[in-house]
């Protein structure tokens, strides 16, 4: 091989190069972008399908919406306790 035979192939390779990162940084640009910005692969849900009403946030049966049951606190308790006993809070 002459010398302009390697350099056409070092320069070709770092052209491949070149274009995989422009395309990789392109692909991660758009599967980052946030929902409703008008860019990338994400965009706006349509219809009510994903929004949660207000009123439901106070319903029965959505967490936080009541006491914990006596199970629960059991749980919290030896949470509680175990944390206690490694040091934490």
């Known amino acids: 091989m002459e010398y302009w035979e390697i350099l056409l192939i070092v320069i070709s390779g770092a052209c491949v190069a070149l274009v995989c990162m422009i395309a990789g940084a392109w692909i991660m640009f758009k599967a980052k972008s946030e929902p409703g910005s008008g860019q990338g692969f994400l965009r706006d849900p349509k219809g009510d399908a994903f929004t949660i009403p207000d009123e ?6 959505f967490p936080g919406s009541e006491e914990p049951s006596q199970e629960e ?10 944390l206690n006993r490694i040091g934490g809070n």
């Open 73 to 82: 606190n059991r749980v919290l308790a030896k949470t509680q306790e175990f």
């Open 56 to 61: 439901a946030l106070n319903e029965a049966g």
